[in-house]
């Protein structure tokens, strides 16, 4: 079915290529997932020298079921946890169309006529892969590498977007004893064939964790959730609505966030009743999941909920509270690391999915390194990525300008200090951010840097008529 906008929403198309402004910087985006289309269609309509690598042959990323780029987590009932309106890209709504929350396949569909409806994808070159990229006196040196051979080329900005859901985490340590059945990650995880007829034990409390159980559930000769904390899981739908449409203005402080998912919670409804175990935090002090399939699937008994694992036995899987379960897979859907093959550790070590930047984007050492959607929003990461790509493109063309390192520094630390009173300690919550004050607070900071960018306009001008 071809791409449908409503025309009150629809921004122009592009027929005809953009030509870079002369003078404009070069800069390199890495991959073609949704962050790196974003970054790449903005600068591209910003009149800078953009180029785009995708180490696939399509854009999409982690939408895309069975990617060749070898990246994707992406599984066959794969769907959006964020609505279509709150999801899509704000100048190229969803189809009308589509369901409140699109499935992968439409999402991948979406993305592609994104590309083609602002006319950057001659910007972008597949089947290549970034390999390094070295500080340079003036600039980025990054080497790439395709079917073609190696090249090198340098630039003055480099914006890595290569996504954060696909270097596996499995348990470290790893469990005490051995496994005899088959173990997989939930990254390698597609379709519900391969858990048909199987006593499958998933391990986790994320959205993929509870997906996969839900489906081992209907497919599985036997299913078990195992999880070490608990979560509080929210419902898709409230009120006959998609539930992230039911908002507050992003400008209201970080409470009213806080009771709006409380609230959530509360209409939801409790899976500790239900076997799993009861959350000791706060529903605003986590990431949200959200499942719609879970609560069916454990009163039902299709899945059974389990604590976490003591130690493994041959083909039986001990658990803490003493019972075991024999099972011929294990899923580990234990999330991923943040990782960069392409940089050196010495110059960017995201130990821990610790990596400190200013407004989760600017690197405040090293001029010209930025992070597209290396963030995990309370929301979708498509509307920042874009909002991110903006506030880059106006400084790498001067329409803004930075404040002193000083201040950058505090409001870093700042960052930090309410991050960490507002999640408890994990790697899933070192770049959590909530998308509508996200949103709010980088507006504010770009009106802030064009307001400096002008003064210093002005100023200049005044010196020049002085002469």
Wanted: charged letters at 20%; one cysteine or more.
């Amino acid at each position: 079915m071809p791409y449908r906008v409503r025309d009150s929403h629809r921004a122009p198309a592009t027929t005809a290529p953009i030509l870079a402004n002369p003078g404009a910087p070069r800069v390199c985006v890495i991959g073609a997932g949704s962050s790196g289309l974003a970054a790449t269609k903005t600068l591209y309509h910003a009149g800078i020298g953009v180029d785009c690598f995708e180490q696939g042959p399509v854009v999409g990323g982690n939408w895309v079921f069975n990617n060749q780029n070898g990246q994707s987590a992406c599984y066959e009932t794969l769907e959006i946890n964020t609505s279509c309106p709150r999801m899509a890209f704000p100048d190229f709504p969803m189809p009308a169309h589509y369901p409140p929350y699109a499935k992968h396949h439409q999402v991948a569909a979406y993305f592609e006529s994104y590309v083609d409806h602002f006319g950057f994808r001659e910007r972008i070159t597949f089947n290549t892969s970034v390999t390094s990229v070295v500080q340079a006196a003036s600039g980025w040196d990054v080497t790439i590498s395709s079917p073609q051979g190696t090249r090198e080329h340098q630039y003055d900005a480099v914006l890595v977007a290569n996504g954060h859901h696909w270097d596996a985490r499995w348990p470290e340590p790893a469990y005490p004893g051995s496994f005899s059945g088959k173990q997989i990650h939930a990254h390698d995880y597609r379709t519900g064939e391969q858990l048909r007829g199987l006593d499958v034990v998933v391990v986790g409390s994320g959205n993929s964790a509870l997906d996969i159980a839900s489906e081992a559930g209907l497919v599985g000769r036997s299913a078990v959730l195992s999880q070490r904390r608990g979560q509080w899981v929210l419902r898709k739908f409230l009120l006959g609505r998609a539930a992230d449409t039911i908002g507050l203005p992003g400008w209201l402080p970080w409470w009213s966030v806080r009771a709006r998912l409380r609230l959530a919670a509360l209409a939801s409804g409790s899976t500790a009743k239900l076997g799993l175990p009861r959350p000791e935090h706060r529903p605003s002090e986590s990431h949200p999941v959200q499942s719609e399939q879970i609560r069916p699937a454990l009163r039902s008994g299709r899945v059974t909920p389990k604590p976490g694992i003591e130690r493994l036995d041959g083909e039986r899987v001990i658990f803490t509270d003493g019972t075991s379960v024999r099972a011929d897979l294990i899923v580990w859907a234990t999330g991923y690391r943040v990782s960069f093959p392409f940089l050196d550790p010495k110059l960017v070590n995201p130990t821990g999915n610790e990596l400190p930047l200013w407004k989760r984007t600017l690197h405040p050492t090293l001029p010209g390194l930025f992070f597209i959607g290396l963030l995990q929003p309370i929301g979708a990461v498509m509307p920042l990525a874009e909002a991110q790509s903006r506030w880059i493109a106006e400084l790498l063309s001067g329409q803004y300008t930075l404040p002193d390192a000083e201040e950058i520094q505090r409001q870093m630390n700042r960052e930090v200090q309410l991050n960490t009173a507002r999640f408890y300690d994990s790697p899933r919550h070192t770049m959590e951010v909530d998308f509508d004050h996200y949103l709010w607070d980088l507006g504010r900071e770009r009106r802030r840097g064009r307001a400096r960018a002008m003064s210093a306009h002005r100023h200049g001008e005044h010196l020049e008529v002085a002469k």
